[in-house]
């Protein structure tokens, strides 16, 4: 069954510095990964997704992902950190072959706050 | 715009009462979903329909409903049947249902049990 771990559920750091948010997969076939950003009492939105066409994906606001296949990783990596980043982060993994309908498993989330 | 809309915002059930959630999209999807989203549990899939009147449960569907008569709409009924429903429940779409479909989500519905 597939499954996905994010490590740490707060996360702090300072505006300007590097933002790290960790994601490990479990999937027993090739999967799809995503990031999705909550703000808080809204809906989530897509900041970026890998479908491996390449590793390294490049999202929105300045984010970006690198899928490492020995490691089952996805982390989520900005260099700089903003105010307005402050938020939750999710993580989520689909399977490729056993198409359930775009099944979406998510991680518990990790909440990023960031401090001027 | 092309967007989903989730209405009401924030939903108030005595325990014992069906109430139903809206969720209607305007982007043409196929797909649509139901999720519940709890503290620290990240989201859980309650239903989805990748198809007018044809929809599958999901990981927690007991105690929950669903119809999908029409292509934008994707009602949500929590019943008297669940035990815990306070939530904040999340609808979402995507093109056709395909694993590396992109789900689009709605602003959520927020439902509280007195």
């Known amino acids: 069954a597939q499954s996905v771990t994010q490590l740490g559920s707060h996360v702090s750091v300072s505006e300007g510095a590097l933002v790290l948010l960790r994601c490990n997969y479990s999937?027993?076939?090739?999967?799809?990964l995503f990031w999705y950003v909550q703000y808080p009492n809204q809906g989530l939105q897509l900041l970026l997704k890998y479908t491996s066409a390449a590793t390294l994906v490049k999202g929105i606001n300045g984010f970006e992902a690198e899928f490492k296949k020995s490691e089952t990783s996805f982390h989520l990596t900005k260099p700089s950190a903003h105010m307005s980043d402050a938020a939750e982060y999710f993580c989520a993994v689909s399977d490729t072959f056993y198409n359930q309908g775009g099944k979406l498993i998510f991680g518990q989330g990790t909440e990023l706050s960031v401090k001027p | 715009d092309g967007g989903i809309t989730q209405s009401p915002k924030y939903l108030f059930r005595k325990e014992g009462q069906n109430v139903t959630l809206s969720c209607e999209q305007n982007l043409n999807h196929d797909a649509m979903y139901w999720y519940r989203q709890d503290p620290g549990q990240g989201l859980r899939l309650i239903y989805y329909s990748q198809i007018v009147n044809d929809f599958q449960k999901g990981d927690i569907a007991e105690g929950y409903s669903v119809s999908r008569e029409k292509k934008e709409s994707f009602p949500l009924t929590v019943t008297s049947a669940q035990k815990n429903p306070t939530a904040f429940y999340l609808c979402a779409s995507s093109i056709v249902g395909k694993s590396a479909d992109t789900q689009y989500f709605g602003p959520g519905t927020r439902l509280t049990v007195l």
């Open positions: 999937s027993s076939v090739p999967p799809y």
